[in-house]
């Protein structure tokens, strides 16, 4: 129920990225060879479609009813968690740029060193602090995975 | 007499021996994330240079079959689709592991495959002349219905229907990155020239599926909610085969009939098989919790794909989805013309062919029941250390298909896309169908119009067009019609 509310703040970003999508989309031609269905023709279908099914995810967010007891519950039952998810989401985001980071790192860095970097970050991150699962798996997993793409399915790994 | 000695030749031990090893190496090759069925007979075709034309084909067909069952392997124990084909089997397979089940569907998958496969072998063997002149028959309008009767079963996967469309027209428009199928005009890539041809569909996929679950387990980990995956047994008891018998069947002929027309591929054929299944069920609220006919009715749709695929290949000289695609290089490699000419001239061939079919579906059963307690030893993994495994894999095997960095950052934003998808219960399936089905509708909507000179009813015109409009239709009006009985049933009581 309280994902709800969470929907009118969704059906604004929607419209934001619909706003977005249609300026975008005035850059297309609109009218194709031999048809007036050109490139811009599904991509206008699609962005008024989101904008209005957005705006019917926004009426129907602000017409739930949230009860008192259900929002009280709901507190109650997070309260002994929010240290701990509070702690993740820090982490969830640390995470993602982790990624980002191992993927620009990837193709300039090479395959060996940013996949055991990462690893060792990542595993760090989970809070792993066993030196064999910390540096010994890690080192032998990117190896092992090094070896069977490159050698066994000729798949080349910078 | 001719007809058994060229059975006969294939259950010679050195084309066994060749069967079997391709048909294991496709598993391995279906199971890890990125690597397709495609790649891995591409990858090997160089190999059947020196071969006997039956033995380095059956080979080839082998790694085919092994592939796409394989793919189930990682999207049931990791939330991973292996293949592209296997992603309707995460739906209700990964739920199946999560609930300690992890062999059971494993089973049921490996039996669906070969029930599916099986199924399509027969039809390969018996009809495919006929069947294929029969899909020769699609032109864009009927491509176009096909494609729309796919997108509807957005409307019966998704729990919330607004949520569903939303991500479902998301999934269009995602898919319309890139060059324009028709015109070749550029739309939305911000000038990366590595989204000239828009996303790529796998690493698309890989993100989607096991980069959010990652970010998910992730959560879990630190907040001490992992628990550990029991495997189970692997047979599926009676009544789950009971329930999963009609699915199953129905997955079949969809793969079977799917896989004939060209150009549409087993991912097309799991998810028309899932809707279908769901659709026709009494306990539809049971698809995507972990029900074993979700598992059934995907994995038998996608093996009898490999099957029906090979019949307008062999038959007509089309192939039926890129794999067969590449299966013909193999088969001109050898000196062969695929076609109507190829039973005449060739009837040891494709005698041969039919045969390995069976051979390597027979195999795949084996290899398949055989491996499930070895497969299922990944859940027994530390659950830190199987996370940052996957996240490997999910960087490698996006890498391995088009060897392009852009993949790797494609695959880190479906990641982030999915994990907030799935967090504000937006359906990833929905996203998924349309990034697969948006770009077949497009260009087809559109060269309908072009031959049309913009007549809308091109695409009422033809008895196909028709019958997949109509199940579109009742598609989108049955999920409305059950909850509409279910409310009326709820305020009775």
Redesign the interface.
């Known amino acids: 129920m309280l994902?709800k509310r969470?929907d009118c703040g969704?059906a604004l970003l929607?419209l934001a990225f619909c706003a977005f999508?249609a300026w975008?989309t005035t850059m297309?031609?609109s009218s194709?060879?031999?048809?007036?269905?050109?490139?811009?023709?599904?991509?206008w279908i699609?962005?008024v479609?989101?904008a209005l099914?957005?705006v019917?995810?926004f009426i129907?967010g602000l017409r739930t009813e949230v009860t008192v007891s259900e929002v009280s519950a709901a507190n109650e039952e997070r309260a002994p968690?929010r240290s701990?998810?509070r702690?993740?989401t820090v982490?969830?985001v640390l995470?993602?740029v982790l990624?980002?980071a191992?993927?620009i790192a990837?193709?300039r860095v090479g395959?060996l060193p940013s996949?055991i970097a990462?690893?060792v970050i990542?595993?760090l991150?989970?809070?792993?602090r066993r030196v064999l699962?910390v540096l010994v798996?890690?080192a032998v997993?990117?190896a092992c995975?090094y070896y069977g793409?490159t050698y066994l399915?000729?798949?080349?790994?910078p | 007499m001719e007809i058994s000695s060229y059975v006969l030749a294939v259950f010679d031990p050195s084309v066994l021996w060749i069967i079997a090893l391709g048909t294991l190496g496709g598993m391995i090759i279906g199971a890890l994330p990125g690597l397709t069925a495609t790649m891995g007979v591409a990858l090997l075709i160089p190999l059947t240079f020196g071969m006997a034309p039956v033995m380095g084909l059956n080979m080839l067909i082998g790694i085919y079959i092994g592939g796409i069952y394989g793919g189930c392997i990682s999207a049931i124990l990791l939330r991973t689709p292996g293949t592209p084909s296997s992603a309707a089997t995460v739906l209700d397979g990964y739920p199946l592991a999560q609930r300690g089940e992890a062999g059971k569907a494993l089973g049921m998958a490996t039996i669906a495959s070969f029930v599916g496969g099986i199924f399509a072998a027969i039809v390969l063997a018996a009809l495919a002349p006929q069947l294929a002149t029969l899909a020769l028959k699609f032109g864009p309008a009927e491509y176009f219905a096909l494609a729309v009767f796919g997108l509807t079963i957005i409307a019966s996967l998704s729990g919330d229907i607004l949520k569903g469309a939303i991500a479902g027209l998301a999934g269009v428009l995602i898919g319309c990155v890139g060059a324009d199928p028709i015109s070749g005009i550029s739309r939305y890539t911000f000038g990366v020239s590595g989204f000239a041809s828009g996303f790529a569909f796998t690493p698309a996929l890989i993100g989607l599926f096991a980069l959010s679950e990652v970010f998910v387990q992730i959560e879990k980990i630190l907040s001490d909610r992992v628990e550990r995956m029991k495997v189970g047994g692997i047979w599926p008891n009676r009544q789950e085969m009971k329930e999963s018998g009609m699915p199953m069947l129905r997955g079949s002929l969809i793969g079977t009939f799917i896989g004939i027309v060209p150009g549409t591929g087993s991912g097309t054929a799991a998810w028309i098989s899932y809707n279908e299944a769901r659709r026709t069920s009494k306990t539809p609220e049971k698809f995507g919790t972990g029900h074993m006919p979700g598992v059934a009715a995907t994995e038998s749709a996608n093996n009898a794909v490999c099957a029906a695929a090979l019949i307008p290949l062999l038959a007509l000289g089309i192939p039926g989805d890129v794999v067969t695609a590449v299966l013909m290089g193999g088969l001109m490699i050898q000196g062969l013309a695929p076609g109507p000419m190829l039973f005449q001239q060739n009837p040891e061939v494709v005698t041969g062919i039919f045969t390995g079919v069976f051979v390597a579906t027979i195999f795949m059963l084996v290899f398949g029941l055989l491996g499930i307690r070895f497969f299922t030893q990944i859940l027994r993994v530390p659950r830190r250390l199987l996370t940052m495994a996957i996240v490997v894999f999910c960087f490698v095997g996006s890498w391995a298909i088009n060897l392009n960095v852009v993949d790797l950052y494609t695959m880190v934003g479906f990641g982030v896309l999915g994990y907030f998808m799935q967090k504000y219960g937006f359906s990833q399936a929905a996203l998924c169908i349309a990034l697969i089905l948006g770009p077949m509708a497009e260009s087809n909507l559109r060269l309908g119009l072009m031959s049309a000179r913009d007549d809308l009813g091109v695409f009422l015109s033809g008895p196909i067009t028709l019958f997949f409009l109509g199940l579109a239709v009742l598609s989108l009006l049955l999920p409305a019609l059950r909850s509409w009985k279910q409310q009326r049933q709820a305020a009775k009581v």
């Open positions: 994902l969470t969704l929607l999508a975008r297309v031609p194709g060879a031999g048809s007036q269905a050109g490139p811009a023709f599904l991509p699609t962005v479609g989101i099914l957005s019917a995810l129907r968690q701990g998810v702690y993740a982490v969830l995470f993602v990624m980002i191992y993927a990837f193709e395959y996949t990462t690893f990542g595993m991150l989970l809070r792993e699962q798996v890690p997993v990117v995975v793409f399915l000729d798949v080349y790994l």
